[in-house]
């Protein structure tokens, strides 16, 4: 599809509940494909699947339609969508705020006896659809983005003109993308985030972060006793295998938590056919109603879920298991061992 197709449409002047009917469609195509994962208003469901609220901001037409195709992380590709479908859900994504999406929640809202004003609460709004997956919706940290509330850059750019740079730039080689805010919406995410930092400086005590001396009190040998022995570790991974220098691309609270909360651990499935064939692969989707494997060769395959029998493996499961056994010793243990995997 030629990408002028996309810019054009990208580009066009859509006022707030007019639709067109590549709208239509796109927003049929939306609910039928990405509402599962996304939301019915794009609103997203933290930590395991992104809002897509304002992705036209962090993202150019073009690259939303290529990761449509080819997918992404845990998200599946759609190769066999047309090239109509592919640009009405693109115009659709790109389009208005659904009405009715998130803007600031109630805790937000509730959370000072004075309310917010309109810069703040246009910079929470912004702030929720596009950074606090990554940086927490109170700007305190979150699943990767560090806590700005505690940024050296933060709290010494008394201009903005420091934070405006990095969020307009993004910062290569890491998972900060750049992002196209104009000059007013990003003097609103600015004022955000400074009531954020007086609002986290009001809180009682100092410590409102896990700092990376906390996850360095373990004991080496003995997490690798427990990996080995009581842990059953070794029963999936391999220091020398996955593992392998885990701890120089992970570090502190990071580290901690792949070790508890693993991402991208690949299920497999064996669905066996009313005829009594099996089919085996990679879990690619599962609900109430249907349930979805990837084969070998990349092939995707899905039936209605009560018309077959399926065993599904989940590696994760034995990690949540392990949840009510472990001792806080076993993870400090663990954690110290795994640091040593470099």
């Known amino acids: 599809m030629a990408a002028g197709s996309f810019a054009s449409q990208a580009d066009a002047a859509i006022?707030?509940?007019?639709?067109?009917?590549?709208?239509?469609?796109?927003?049929?195509s939306y609910a039928q494909r990405c509402a599962a994962c996304h939301g019915d208003q794009r609103q997203g469901h933290p930590p395991s699947f992104p809002s897509l609220i304002g992705v036209g901001q962090r993202m150019t037409a073009e690259q939303i339609a290529k990761q449509i195709r080819s997918g992404k992380g845990s998200m599946?590709?759609?190769?066999?969508?047309?090239d109509?479908?592919?640009?009405?859900?693109?115009?659709?994504?790109?389009?208005?705020?659904?009405?009715?999406?998130?803007?600031?929640?109630?805790?937000?809202a509730n959370a000072s006896a004075t309310p917010p004003s309109s810069a703040v609460e246009a910079g929470s709004a912004l702030f929720e659809q596009n950074c606090a997956f990554c940086h927490g919706r109170d700007a305190e940290g979150g699943e990767t983005g560090p806590d700005l509330t505690r940024s050296k850059l933060v709290l010494s750019d008394t201009t903005?003109?420091?934070?405006?740079?990095?969020?307009?730039?993004?910062?290569?080689?890491t998972k900060m993308p750049a992002f196209n805010f104009s000059t007013q919406q990003m003097e609103s995410i600015i004022a955000f985030l400074r009531m954020r930092v007086i609002a986290a400086n009001a809180e009682k005590g100092e410590r409102r972060?896990?700092?990376?001396?906390?996850?360095?009190?373990?004991?080496?040998?003995?997490?690798?006793?427990?990996?080995?022995?009581?842990?059953?570790?070794?029963?999936c991974h391999s220091p020398t295998g996955d593992l392998a220098g885990i701890a120089t691309r992970y570090q502190g609270l990071q580290l901690e938590r792949r070790m508890l909360y693993p991402r991208d651990a690949k299920s497999t499935v064996t669905v066996t056919l009313p005829s009594g064939k099996t089919i085996s692969g990679t879990l690619a989707y599962q609900d109430e109603f249907t349930i979805g494997l990837r084969d070998s060769s990349g092939r995707y395959h899905s039936w209605e879920a009560s018309r077959v029998k399926y065993k599904v493996d989940s590696p994760v499961d034995a990690?949540?298991?392990?949840?009510?056994?472990?001792?806080?010793d076993d993870i400090h243990n663990l954690m110290a061992y795994l640091q040593t995997l470099r």
């Open 15 to 28: 006022q707030p509940g007019q639709q067109t009917e590549s709208q239509s469609t796109g927003a049929a």
């Open 84 to 108: 109509q479908e592919v640009q009405a859900l693109v115009h659709y994504l790109t389009a208005p705020e659904p009405t009715g999406a998130a803007t600031m929640s109630d805790t937000q």
């Open 76 to 82: 599946p590709p759609f190769p066999g969508l047309s």
């Open 160 to 173: 903005g003109a420091k934070i405006s740079s990095v969020v307009h730039e993004g910062r290569p080689g």
């Open 209 to 235: 972060g896990v700092d990376v001396s906390d996850l360095q009190t373990g004991n080496a040998a003995a997490g690798k006793a427990y990996f080995y022995g009581a842990g059953g570790c070794s029963k």
């Open 319 to 328: 990690h949540v298991e392990q949840f009510a056994k472990y001792t806080d």
